[in-house]
Nanobody
Framework: VQLQAFGGGLVQAGGSLRLSCAASVRPFSSYTVGWFRRAPGKEREFVAATSWSSRTPSYADSVKGRFTASRDNAKNTGYLQMNSLKPEDTAVYYC???????????????WGQGTQVTVSS
């Protein structure tokens, strides 16, 4: 099982980025896709999750209204659209997948390598 997150980069405050998470898990449609981030000197924290079911995506309070998680099961890919980025969003972003996980990182068995997002002020 492999997950690969990409799409990070350097952006100015107020800008946007879209992260992608390509997964080799099968069937991808049966897996929750979670997004987490780790800022320098801080612990990893939950950002967003999309369920394999019709369950409404979940977001951390800090990103609600700015970030949108989605997925394309036909492409085995999850996405995290990040708008109105702030310097405090600077972190390494990780995607994860598991059929029974939701917002807790310990529930996820499969992780991508992370992609750096840097937001300048």
């Amino acid at each position: 099982v492999q997950l690969q997150a990409f799409g990070g980069g350097l952006v100015q405050a107020g800008g946007s980025l879209r992260l992608s998470c390509a997964a080799s898990v099968r069937p991808f449609s049966s897996y929750t896709v979670g997004w987490f981030r780790r800022a320098p000197g801080k612990e990893r924290e939950f950002v967003a999750a999309t369920s394999w079911s019709s369950r409404t995506p979940s977001y951390a309070d800090s990103v609600k209204g700015r970030f949108t998680a989605s997925r394309d099961n036909a492409k085995n890919t999850g996405y995290l659209q990040m708008n109105s980025l702030k310097p405090e969003d600077t972190a390494v972003y990780y995607c994860a997948a598991d059929p029974r996980a939701w917002v807790s990182d310990y529930e996820y068995n499969y992780w991508g390598q992370g992609t750096q997002v840097t937001v300048s002020s």
